[in-house]
Each structure stands twice: as structure tokens, then as C-alpha cells.
């Protein structure tokens, strides 16, 4: 009965301290930590989700099982029984002819519903303007592109011969959406309905025939359906998925996540700082209530229940208010980015939403748990003797709780142990170090003599609250640090990223150039008008052997290192290392003065692919290319950038090891958008070449890197949200003790004037080390953002310290006169009447 | 009242407040607890209260020894006897004042809560202010809420902290008349801690406070 009238007199309570506007600080400070977690989570949910399909229509389908033999019905018919979407492709080369031409080209057979994701386009005539094809050829009828429609020199209406076959030429393609992947599709292009199959005769024992089904449909389905195919998959076979074929892409997702993952971890301890500010004034402002509640007669038990019972229902209200606003966020979101993201979103699920409300009752309770059963403790005797202060447990020991759930909320968040460790530990040192400098500065500016009184007087006080002050000018600093990320490094980390992508960044890649082909090459690229790219030799060779012991695709179990076993390695050689890679174990060969080490039998190897296969540094590779081998040492790992669009090997090794073995060279190239002309020409003086177009998956990582940009910008706008809400908080913290000590002072005499000065005064010490220590933090943070979650370059910012500390002291000397102005205009005996 | 005695340790001195204060309050009395500053006045009433512990002694509360009972068994006590008017009033601020006078007929799950504080607060004469904050009402007003608080629970026993402290001589007299009016009305006992002479004599019984001794 009585805990029942507790939850009915509770909710009373809470509503009149909430119509006095004693809780909105605390509400404001959990809706807006609700809201920035939720919508976080909601990204993660849903628009993450929506870039890696998007990259997916790289591959034209969601999942690709491939295998050398055809692959039977059981793949397709299960995939078919879990309402996935299917098609079926073949793919092998065949020379497609007309009168006596004829031209090697790649012939992809397809069913109805290809291509599962993206766009095929066509034209009805080359250089015509191009529509999306909405069905597949019809029988008896092929789509060629505009490379073999030029080399086999095709009029309007030719039919070309494929096998045993004469089809009739009906479109040109002039888009795939599956046309970046591998290499195996770097000769022109045949498309033919399935129907006509049989008839070529091209598909016999022993032929290259690549057999394909494709899928597509809700991730969930996909990701079930991966687990079973891959528990069922036969030598040969394979599934495919988009990060699997393009390091790019994958590269580039990674990046969006742990950027969007630190950016939640930012607003959480923003979120969190405002929660405890906020949470401290309420309950030090309702020492007196609960005081007067004891003296009507409540037991300890019941002051704490009710406040406890207030801050439950709060929390929950708050917290619900915050999902409804990350909801609403992400709904926004879509529409804003609906224009740029191609394919549907996946719907919102539940979970970020009860994500979002733990988070807010966690982070409430947490700091408000430990006061909360002190305030339960307070002296009833302080009706009589105002003098008798806080109980113990409201001081540093009880932001202890709060301190365990920000670290669990942090490492919950950061979704893996190592990152989640290293932000908190960096957090805690940062603090501890901000503690230490506020602390030494306070105590060496209070000892300086001179001056007014009033600035004796502000600093008197700052060296008065001394712990009061540190805590107040950390929490300025944490504020300010938001406001500074989110506009000063945001700006340069963004910029940084999409410089680290010019628009020139190269979008072709020609392989097989032979060295006798250079000078015609170099010529071809002037006549041009265009500079020779740079060169890289280029072996090809079969991994044979690592410490000795023969490898064999069988010996893994891992797919990607079976089918990096079962084909052969692009292997270079190079003195000085490409700047798109870093050292992640051993070393290079040359040293700090770019001399080169003697040894030659070295190798360098991509840390991704080392890791898939086992090897480790000091393990000795043998290759095999065209029948001579070749032994060396793995001396050094390297992290290569696969989206700097750049020519990259997996295996380097020093000069002197390969030049022996049959070299090709390999680059890659900015081509201007639409100008087929050189590439028709390049094709046709150099016949031999294998041209590759990247365009496609360039332009896919461009958008990615835009939208994950809009993506942080929206998601840092709950931060500055935290950040403001830091920033008043800790204002407001010491708001009632400032103007009741001015007006005290103004009652003794102390005029305007000299009130101001001596606020000045202590609100440009405080603004000047907020300002200090946020320019750190954030410099830091950008460094660690730039090196662990951009890997590119991020140094000293000016910028960041000059506008910090200037912004912070102009900034809070003026919250801070506004705050006290009160106790400048109204009479003295009025604040001391309201402050009684 | 029997052999109060307050000692408190500050640093490493022990200072006694209360040395051996016995004295008995007849049901309906008013007795004035007067002395200077220091006196003991104030931990005087805090442990009649037993808003403190003493250090020994103890105080009879219509025959029940009140620090034989635990702090709840203490605080229930006070919600069902003890009335309180403080010098600085402690009203709470997020409060109207009709809520003010409302919260201990909230916190000891009366009915008709509303209705009885609304009447008790048209007895003080604040009928029309039932929804004014504290910081909107004048200093009497603000203490007339408190008396309202003080009485509405109908307690045996009043206990004032220098109920005029914070009022000029025209205020706290209309304040006093009050307070003195319910006291009879509603037959309650009053403790009245006060250094105001005249205040003092209205009483029936004056004790004087010294050194934290009866005099």
C-alpha cells in the first residue's frame, strides 16, 4: 500500500520539480544522449547495411556462388525455397566472328532477372544515348559492347556467329553492373539469352566455362543462406561476396563503421558528462527538500525511494523521448540521403531503440545512483543549521558507479575489446592529465599578487573551490573539445578524406605491357596529350612452397586463402616503397637514406594476405613462374590503401630477385569520362592489352566516402547537442553559490563594476584552461582518428589551439556574466530572499 | 527531558553543547526556551526532535522514550506528533504553497489532502496565494505557509526555531498571533526557541538557556 502511494506521490513530486524547471537540465542531458546512440545505432542498422548493398550491385547480386563444373539445382533450389531472388550465368571466353573477322571476347549467358542488383545499360547504336534494359536479349538475339562492335567493324542489323550459332546484334552495352569485378572480364563483351546455349555448342567437357548463381534479397535471408551454402560447398566451388572481390570497397566500409563507432563513443561521453553535471545540481539543489522531508516525518528508506522512484520514471520518459527523436533522426536521414543511396533502405529494427533507452537509464542511474542514496542520509537537523553540508558519497567516490557504466556503455559501443580499451584508457590519461594542469595552474595563479580587487577577489574564489573549479574547467573542456571536433578537425579529417581520393584518381588499368611495348606506349600517352603513368614490373608466379613445406589449397580452410592458393600471384619489384603503404611488421630494405640493403632474396608482403595464409615474418616463400623457382624471406608486412586506387602488389620484393623471371609491366590511369576515342585507339594499336575499368568501383568508394561524410555530420550534430548541454551544465553548476556570493558582496559594497571585473576574471583563467585543454584533446583525438580510422596523415592544427582558447575564454566569460548579470541588476535583498 | 547532555569533537577538542538539561512540558503548555547566542538552543530543540542523538540522556515523548526507537521509528513519530516552524521558513522552493502544505499530508498518506491543505492555508489568511512559490510570497507570507504546514497535520506537539528571526517587529507579531491562535484552537503543546523577550513572555513558562545549561 505504501509503496504504492510511493509511486503516486513520486510522480507528483517529479511533476512539480519538473514545472520548476529543476529537471529539464537532466531530461535535455538523457534525451539527447538517447537520441545520439539511437541514431548511431540506426546507421549501423540501416544505412551501413544500404552501402554495403549498394557495393553489392558491383557484383550485380547480393551473393555469387561460383564453381569450374556446373553447380547442380541444390543452390538454386534452396535459394529459391528461402525467397531469395535467383538467376544463373555462365561465363567463358569464345572467339565471336563475322565474315573473316573475329575477335576473342567474353560471353556471359544469362536467365530472366539478371542483374539482381544494378543497372545493365544499353544503347541501340555506339556513342547513342544509353536506357536501363529492362529485360535480357531474346532469344536469338545477342548484346555486344562497344569494344567487339568496333573490332569486328558491325553495322546496324549484322548478326554475329558465337559457336554453331548466328545471332542478331540487337543492342550495344554500355553499362554492366558486374563488369569491375576480376580480371577474367577484361575482353569485350557477348551477352546471350540461356536459351540459346545448347545451340552454340560451346559448353563441353573441358571447356573454361565459369558456372554462377546469383542471389539477392533482406540481408538476413543472404547471411543464413551464406552459412548454408558454405557448409555444402565442393573443390572448385566458391561464393563471392563484393568484399571479397574489391579490396576497395571493403577498405572503405571499414572506415565509415569505426568512423561512425568513435562518433557514437564521443556523444555517449559528452552525454554522459552532461548527465553528471546535471544530475550533481538537482540533487546538491534538493539537500533542503529531503532535509524537510525527514524532519515531516520520511524514514532515510523512504527519502531515497522516492527520489529513486523520480528518477526511474524520468529516466524512462527521457529515454523514450530520445528513441523517438533518434527514430524520427533516421527517418530524416533517409530522406535526406534517399538521393544518394540507390537502393531501398533496409527497414528500422527495434533494437537501437531499446539499445537507446538502456543507454539513457543506464547513464542516469549510474550518476545518479550513489548521491541519490546519500541525499537519503542528509541530516534532518539542517532545517536548524543550514551549515551542515552534503553527506560523503556525493563527492569524487560516487561518480565511481557512473564512471563503471560510462566505461561498459564505451566498450558495449566501440563493438570491439582492443578499441573500446584504448578510448578509455586515452580518455582516463587525458583527464588525469587535464586534472593535474588545471590543478597546478589554479594553485600558481592564486599566488600571484597585485592587481584590483577584484581580480584578487576572482581569483580568490577559483583557488577557494578549487576541486570545484577543476571539475567545472574539465567539464568546459570536455564541451569546448566537441564543439572544436566537430567543427575545426571534422572539417580537415573530411576534406583530408576526400583529398585523399582526387577526382583525377586513376580509373583504368592496363595490364600486360610488354617491355618491348614501352616506347610505343609512351609515345601513344603523349600524342595523347596525357603524361606516362608510372610503370610497374609485374611477375606472375605460383606460391609453391612456405619454410620448405609444399602448400595446396586443401591445407586451408579459409576460402580466400584456398583460391589465393589455387592462382597465381602478382609479384613487383621496387626500391623505395609506394606512399599509399606502411610498415606494419619487419622492415623495408632501405634505410633511412634510401640506400638499399644488400640482400636481394627479401620479400614484403601484404599483412591481409599473410594473415589468410599463416605466414609470419622470417618464413621463406618459394614461387614458381613458367618452370624456374625462386626462394626469399618475408622481412617485412605492410598495410596497403587499397582505395588510394593506385597499382599494388601483394608480394614486393627488392630489385635483383625477378628481373630474370617473364616480366609484363601493369599501370593505372585517369581517363577523362566519355572519351571511348583513346580507348578504342589504345585498344587497337596494342592488342594484347588488358584493359581494366575501375570507374565504376571508384565512383562507388567516391559515394561511399560522401555519404559516410553527411552520415558523421549528421551524427555530430547530437554531439555539439551534448556538448552545448556540457557547456551550460557546468556553467549552471556553480551558478546559485556565484550569485549569492555577489550579492553578498554587493550588500557590503562592492559596486557593479568591480562585481564584473572580478567575474571576468575568474571565467578567463577557467576559459583559458577549458580552451587549453579542449585544443589538446582535440588535436589528439584528430591524430588518433586520422591514424587508426582514416590512415592518412593528421598533424599539429593551428587553427584547432588559437580558435580553442580564444573561443573558450570570450565564450565563457560571457555565459558566465550572463549567468551572474542577476545578481548585478536586481536588488541584493531580493537574490537573498530567493537564494534563502 | 531527563539528563540531556550534546558533546561534539572538533578536532581534538570535545565541546560540550547540553550539559545535563532535564526539564517536563505539560500536555498544552507553551514554554519559551530563551538564551544568547551559543546558548544551546537550537541542538536543544533538534533533540527534542530527535532530528539528532543525544551524546547521553533522553527525552520522553508522551510517556515513549524517542531515542529508544531507531530513525524511522523517530521520523514516523514526527510525521504522526511533531509540528515544525523554522526561522528561515524551508519551504521548498519547486513547490506552490499550497503543495508545501500538502507534502505532509502526502507523505503520511492522508485523504482528502487537497482539500484540508487548501482549508488550512484559508485559515492562515492565504486563501487567495494557494498557487504562489515561495519566492513570490513576502517573508510573513512565506512563515504563515509554514505555520499552515506546521498545523495541518494536526500535531500534539509545535516546535519553533525563532519562528521571527527573519521578520520585521510588525510581521512577526501577526505571525505569533497566529501561531499562538492555533496553538489554542487545536490544543497543542508549543516549544517556542526564541532570544526575543517579549516573545518569550507570551509563553507560560520561560527556561533560560546558558553554556548549555538551565539556569
Known amino acids: 500500500m505504501r509503496r504504492h502511494s510511493d509511486i503516486g506521490l513520486a510522480l507528483r513530486l517529479l511533476a512539480r520539480d519538473w514545472r520548476a524547471r529543476e529537471l529539464t537540465l537532466v531530461a535535455l542531458a538523457v534525451v539527447v544522449a538517447v537520441a545520439s546512440v539511437t541514431t548511431v545505432d540506426f546507421f549501423t542498422d540501416r544505412v551501413y547495411q544500404a552501402l554495403s548493398r549498394q557495393a553489392n550491385q558491383l557484383l550485380g547480386a547480393d551473393l555469387v556462388v561460383t564453381g569450374d563444373r556446373p553447380l547442380g539445382d541444390a543452390f538454386e533450389g534452396e535459394a529459391g525455397r528461402r525467397g531469395l531472388q535467383v538467376t544463373r550465368m555462365l561465363r567463358f571466353p569464345s572467339m565471336t566472328a563475322i565474315e573473316n573477322r573475329n575477335v576473342l571476347s567474353e560471353v556471359k549467358v544469362v536467365s530472366a532477372g539478371y542483374p539482381l542488383r544494378g543497372e545493365l545499360r544499353i544503347a541501340d547504336a555506339p556513342y547513342q544515348p544509353d536506357r536501363r534494359a529492362t529485360a535480357i536479349p531474346e532469344p536469338g538475339t ?23 550459332s548466328r545471332l542478331k546484334v540487337a543492342a550495344i552495352i554500355t553499362q554492366e553492373p558486374d563488369s569491375a569485378v576480376g580480371f577474367i572480364n577484361a575482353g569485350p563483351r557477348v551477352l546471350l539469352n540461356e536459351a540459346d546455349i545448347a545451340a552454340t555448342g560451346l559448353v563441353q567437357i573441358g571447356s573454361r566455362v565459369r558456372y554462377r548463381v546469383q542471389v539477392a534479397g533482406p540481408p538476413a535471408a543472404v547471411d543464413a543462406y551464406r552459412i548454408w551454402v558454405n557448409a555444402r560447398l565442393e573443390p572448385g566451388q566458391r561464393v563471392e561476396s563484393i568484399e571479397d572481390a574489391r579490396p576497395e570497397i571493403r577498405s572503405a566500409l571499414d572506415r565509415a563503421g569505426r568512423f561512425l563507432a568513435l562518433s557514437t563513443l564521443l556523444s555517449v561521453i559528452l552525454a554522459a558528462v552532461a548527465v553528471a553535471l546535471a544530475t550533481r545540481r538537482f540533487l546538491q539543489r534538493h539537500l533542503d527538500a529531503c532535509a524537510v522531508m525527514r524532519c515531516l516525518g520520511a524514514s ?39 538521393g544518394l543511396v540507390t537502393v531501398a533502405l533496409p527497414g528500422a529494427g527495434v533494437m537501437p531503440a531499446v539499445q537507446g533507452f538502456v543507454t539513457g537509464l543506464a547513464l542516469l542511474l549510474g550518476f545518479a545512483l550513489p548521491p541519490l542514496t546519500a541525499l537519503g542520509r542528509v541530516s534532518p537537523l539542517r532545517v536548524l543549521r543550514r551549515d551542515i553540508g552534503a553527506p560523503k558519497g556525493m563527492g569524487a567516490l560516487g561518480y565511481v558507479l557512473g ?3 560510462i566505461s561498459a556503455l564505451v566498450l558495449w559501443k566501440a563493438g570491439e575489446l582492443k578499441t573500446g580499451l584504448l578510448v578509455l584508457a586515452g580518455f582516463a590519461g587525458a583527464l588525469l592529465v587535464a586534472a593535474l594542469v588545471s590543478w597546478m595552474v589554479i594553485v600558481a595563479v592564486s599566488q600571484l599578487r597585485g592587481g584590483g580587487v577584484s581580480w584578487r577577489f576572482g581569483i580568490a574564489n577559483l583557488r577557494r573551490r578549487r576541486l570545484a573549479s577543476m571539475l567545472q574547467v574539465m567539464a568546459l573542456g570536455t564541451g569546448v573539445m566537441a564543439l572544436l571536433t566537430l567543427t575545426i578537425i571534422r572539417g580537415e579529417l573530411l576534406q583530408l578524406w576526400q583529398g585523399s581520393l582526387p577526382s583525377d584518381a586513376p580509373n583504368r588499368f592496363i595490364v600486360n605491357i610488354q617491355k618491348d611495348q614501352v616506347p610505343a606506349l609512351e609515345r601513344f600517352f603523349a600524342a595523347q596529350g596525357i603524361g606516362m603513368p608510372e610503370l610497374y614490373p609485374m611477375v606472375r608466379a605460383r606460391l609453391l612452397q612456405i619454410n620448405e613445406r609444399p602448400v595446396a589449397p586443401t591445407d586451408f580452410t579459409d576460402d580466400r586463402a584456398r583460391r589465393l592458393v589455387d592462382r597465381e600471384f602478382n609479384l613487383s619489384w621496387a626500391t623505395h616503397m609506394q606512399k599509399d603503404n606502411s610498415i606494419v611488421a619487419g622492415s623495408w630494405w632501405n634505410d633511412a637514406n634510401g ?22 615474418l622470417g618464413d621463406v616463400l618459394t614461387f614458381d613462374s613458367a618452370g624456374s623457382t625462386f626462394a626469399a624471406e618475408v622481412t617485412s608486412l605492410r598495410k596497403v590503401d587499397w582505395d588510394s586506387f593506385n597499382v599494388n602488389f601483394f608480394v614486393v620484393a627488392p630489385p635483383g630477385l625477378l628481373e630474370k623471371q617473364p616480366v ?5 590511369f585517369y581517363l577523362p569520362p566519355g572519351n571511348v576515342a583513346l580507348l578504342n585507339a589504345l585498344v587497337k594499336q596494342f592488342p594484347n592489352f588488358l584493359l581494366i575499368d575501375v ?26 547537442l551534448a556538448g552545448l548541454v556540457v557547456l551550460y551544465a557546468a556553467i549552471a553548476s556553480s551558478h546559485d553559490e556565484r550569485l549569492y556570493q555577489a550579492t553578498i558582496m554587493r550588500a557590503l559594497g562592492a559596486s557593479r563594476a568591480q562585481l564584473a571585473r572580478a567575474t571576468l576574471a575568474e571565467f578567463a583563467v577557467i576559459g583559458a584552461l577549458a580552451g587549453l585543454i579542449a585544443a589538446a584533446g582535440a588535436n589528439a583525438l584528430g591524430y588518433v582518428l586520422a591514424q587508426r580510422v582514416m590512415n592518412i596523415g593528421y598533424g ?13 575564454i570570450v565564450g565563457i566569460v560571457i555565459a558566465g556574466h550572463l549567468g551572474t548579470r542577476q545578481a548585478l541588476q536586481v536588488s541584493p535583498l531580493r537574490v537573498l530572499r530567493q537564494l534563502a | 527531558m531527563a539528563q540531556l547532555t550534546k558533546q561534539v569533537t572538533t578536532g581534538e577538542s570535545e565541546l560540550t553543547i547540553l550539559r545535563d538539561v532535564s526539564f517536563t512540558v505539560a500536555a498544552g503548555e507553551a514554554v519559551a526556551v530563551v538564551g544568547a547566542s551559543g546558548s544551546g538552543k537550537s541542538t536543544l530543540l533538534g533533540l527534542l526532535a530527535g532530528l539528532d542523538t543525544p551524546t547521553s540522556g533522553t527525552v520522553h515523548l508522551d510517556g515513549q522514550d524517542i531515542y529508544a526507537l531507531d530513525e524511522d521509528g523517530r521520523a514516523a513519530l514526527r510525521a504522526e506528533r511533531l509540528g515544525f516552524v523554522f526561522q528561515s521558513f524551508n519551504l521548498l522552493p519547486a513547490m506552490t504553497a499550497l503543495e508545501n502544505v500538502m507534502l505532509p499530508l502526502e507523505l503520511s498518506g492522508a485523504d482528502d489532502v487537497t482539500a484540508t491543505a487548501r482549508a488550512m492555508l484559508k485559515r492562515v489568511g492565504l486563501g487567495e496565494r494557494l498557487t504562489h512559490y515561495p519566492k513570490q510570497l513576502s517573508g510573513g507570507e512565506q512563515q504563515r505557509v509554514a505555520i499552515a504546514r506546521a498545523f495541518v497535520t494536526r500535531p500534539s506537539l509545535l516546535l519553533a526555531d525563532e519562528p521571527t528571526g527573519n521578520l520585521d517587529v510588525a510581521t512577526g507579531a501577526g505571525v505569533i498571533d497566529l501561531m499562538f491562535e492555533l496553538n489554542r484552537e487545536r490544543g497543542a503543546t508549543l516549544i517556542l526557541v526564541t532570544h526575543d523577550t517579549a516573545l518569550s513572555q507570551r509563553c507560560g513558562r520561560v527556561l533560560q538557556l546558558a553554556a548549555g545549561m538551565l539556569q
Open chain 1, 142 to 164: 545477342v548484346w555486344v559492347d562497344e569494344k567487339l562492335y568496333t573490332r569486328l567493324q558491325l553495322q546496324d542489323g549484322d548478326a554475329v556467329e558465337v559457336g554453331n
Open chain 1, 300 to 338: 532515510q528508506g523512504r527519502v531515497v525511494r522516492l527520489y529513486l522512484l523520480q528518477f526511474v520514471a524520468l529516466g524512462c520518459v527521457a529515454s523514450l523521448i530520445g528513441c523517438l527523436i533518434g527514430w524520427g533522426a533516421q527517418h530524416a536521414l533517409a530522406l535526406w540521403l534517399g
Open chain 1, 403 to 405: 564512471a563503471a557504466v
Open chain 1, 595 to 616: 640506400k638499399s640493403a644488400q640482400r636481394t632474396d627479401q620479400f614484403s608482403m601484404e599483412d591481409g594476405i599473410a594473415r589468410a595464409l599463416g605466414i609470419k
Open chain 1, 664 to 668: 609484363s609491366y601493369v599501370t593505372s
Open chain 1, 695 to 720: 570507374a565504376q568501383v571508384l565512383g562507388q568508394v567516391k559515394m561511399m566516402i560522401e555519404q559516410v561524410s553527411k552520415a558523421v555530420q549528421f551524427v555530430f550534430l547530437f554531439t555539439l
Open chain 1, 796 to 808: 599539429f592544427s593551428f587553427t584547432v589551439w588559437a580558435v580553442g582558447v580564444v573561443c573558450s
